[in-house]
């Protein structure tokens, strides 16, 4: 499983976020994330049909790269954690 953050320095949910997934990823040294920015990742971007009213945008991708679920906006900890856990061995 892997998870692709878009973010946006001017987005204030995507700074809250930040932090939280830092330490999700400290903690899970085996999960597997990658940072697009909605700005300077334009054609990536694209590709996930992102908008900037929808920032920020969490997508997880099973081991063959097909979508399993996106969520958009401010999550808690234990929602992220909850679902990472769902999806771990897709």
């Known amino acids: 499983m892997k998870v692709i953050k878009i973010g946006a320095v001017w987005c204030s949910s995507c700074l809250v976020m930040q932090p939280r997934w830092q ?11 990658e940072y697009l920015d909605y700005d300077q990742d334009e054609n990536q971007v694209k590709a996930f049909k992102i908008t900037s009213d929808r920032l920020p945008v969490f997508i997880f991708l099973d081991k063959k790269g097909q979508e399993l679920t996106r969520l958009s906006g401010e999550y808690s900890k234990p929602e992220l954690i909850k679902l990472i856990k769902q999806y771990r061995h897709k």
Not at 23 to 33: A, G, Q, R
Request: proline residues 9%.
């Open 23 to 33: 330490e999700i990823e400290t903690e899970n040294p085996w999960l597997k994330t």
